[in-house]
């Protein structure tokens, strides 16, 4: 411990217990000597840090805190530095709040009925509703039972906002940082990324180790989703709910906390979502079939808009400059110094030549050419084909990893990007252990993202798919 019981901080706080301790700092409860209220008292040393960024997400805490309002977040009260003989140590001190963590209750065998657990849905996500609509949004990124307080009257707080994060910051700042608790953060918070709906993830997963007192991480998954229906007994229509709110991507969340809410509530129907979510684009021309077990997808070709013939000949002038070159009358009469003079436009225009049959081949394709995809309970077939010609590529549907969007003029995720970086949707990927897969390249952003749903849907609920 950093202090002792009966210890005075500042000649102001009386440290009466410890209530906590980690990586990131030990936190007690104090008596105010000037006021005579108890209050929490978070401390981080100098020495107990193994790098500076824990300093300023400590600060970052205090800063957010101070901002806010709300009757769920425990007041902040003060935050110094205290400079000692040996080292320099962080205070943070807020209100003391009573009452006992989710975490705490769950382990003294509390079971909270569907009721109770609806209820402290709502309270969160009132919470959120009130950071995300904050200028910028705050998100607090380690939602878990931990961290949510409840009173014996059934009030909740939220606490802890030492991961806190706000959308100005990451996007301009940009964070390579992963900050949450295993088992609770999202698949994008391992990315180092976070967005308002991040939260809405691990409120989820809270909710989830309410129901089965097990950690989601111990749970078993089915195509990156926990598949936690058979390890709970509530109402499909929760279940529903909660396996959106635990959807392995983004786009299949729900929007925002006030539209989870909503449909939490029953405001809002959730097929009527479910089915907004996913509705094929305007004037698509792409046409999926699907079964229970099977899903088929057809990308035709688009039979030449007038943009598309005129890249096409685009591509066509650097074929016509290479013939020029090649062709160019010789201004020597030396039958040797002739050839010489060819072979060295040969090679001169080799490279000129690949990389124009290649855009050439690419906007003939976009033109004239179709993809297929197919996709059952055991295997899957992707089908490119060009004038009569046909190239398959098959594999196991259970070796499907990953069905996501793959991005152009930036290497890695559309995360990473800041304010400087240029990020365009380049095409759809299937990843199959090692290997990847590409489609949809000349189709538009709007209907890659909708296939990518409707992929990830079929494999989600398939029940043969492992």
């Known amino acids: 411990m950093l202090h002792n019981v009966e210890e005075l901080i500042v000649d102001r706080y009386k440290i009466i217990d410890l209530l906590a301790e980690g990586m990131n700092g030990e936190t007690y409860k104090c008596l105010d000597v000037q006021s005579n209220d108890y209050v929490v008292l978070k401390v981080l040393s100098l020495q107990q840090i193994s790098n500076w960024k824990k300093i300023e997400l400590f600060e970052r805490e205090a800063n957010i805190l101070a901002q806010l309002r709300h009757s769920s977040i425990p007041a902040y009260l003060n935050s110094f530095q205290v400079d000692y003989s040996q080292e320099k140590r962080w205070y943070l001190i807020q209100k003391l709040v009573l009452g006992q963590s989710l975490n705490t209750l769950v382990e003294n065998n509390w079971r909270a009925t569907e009721a109770e657990i609806i209820d402290i849905a709502s309270q969160v996500l009132e ?16 939602i878990k039972p931990q961290n949510i307080i409840r009173q014996s009257d059934g009030k909740i707080y939220l606490v802890d906002f030492g991961a806190v994060t706000d959308i100005y910051r990451q996007t301009l700042i ?22 308002p709906t991040t939260d809405l993830y691990g409120l989820g997963a809270t909710l989830l180790y309410l129901f089965t007192h097990s950690s989601p991480a111990d749970l078993p998954q089915k195509k990156l989703k926990i598949d936690f229906r058979s390890s709970v007994n509530i109402s499909k229509q929760l279940a529903d709910w909660l396996e ?9 969340r729900f929007e925002s906390a006030s539209q989870a809410l909503a449909v939490l509530k029953g405001d809002e129907l959730i097929n009527n979502w479910q089915n907004y979510s996913r509705r094929k684009p305007a004037h698509s021309q792409i ?12 990308i035709p070709h688009n039979k030449g808009e007038p943009e598309d013939f005129n890249n096409l000949l685009i591509s066509l002038c650097p074929l016509f400059l290479v013939a020029a070159v090649l ?3 010789s201004s020597s009469s ?3 110094s002739i050839i010489n003079n060819l072979i060295e436009r040969v090679i001169i225009t080799i490279p000129f030549g690949i990389i124009t049959l290649y855009f050439l081949f690419n906007h003939l394709f976009s033109i004239l050419g179709y993809t297929k995809l197919e996709i059952d309970c055991q295997n899957f077939c992707l089908k490119y084909g060009f004038f009569g010609y046909e ?22 995720y559309p995360e990473e990007a800041n304010s400087f970086s240029r990020c ?18 000349y189709i538009t952003r709007i209907e890659k993202e909708w296939l990518i749903k409707e992929i990830m849907a079929f494999l989600g609920q398939s029940s043969y798919i492992k």
């Open 127 to 142: 919470i959120l509703i009130y950071l995300h609509s904050l200028n910028p949004p705050v998100i607090h990124r380690d």
């Open 174 to 195: 940009g964070s390579s940082t992963v900050v949450g608790t295993y088992g609770y953060m999202s698949p994008e918070q391992f990315r180092g990324k976070a967005v």
């Open 244 to 252: 959106i709110m635990l959807e392995p991507m983004i786009e299949e």
């Open 287 to 298: 046409a999926i079939t699907k079964t229970r077990n099977k899903i088929n997808i057809t």
């Open 327 to 329: 062709f160019l009358p």
């Open 334 to 336: 030396n039958e040797l």
């Open 391 to 412: 190239r398959q590529i098959r594999g196991k549907t259970e070796n499907i990893a990953e069905v996501k969007l793959g991005y152009d003029f930036l290497s890695g």
């Open 424 to 441: 365009v949707v380049g095409k759809c990927l299937i990843v199959e252990g090692t290997k990847i897969h590409q489609f949809g390249r």
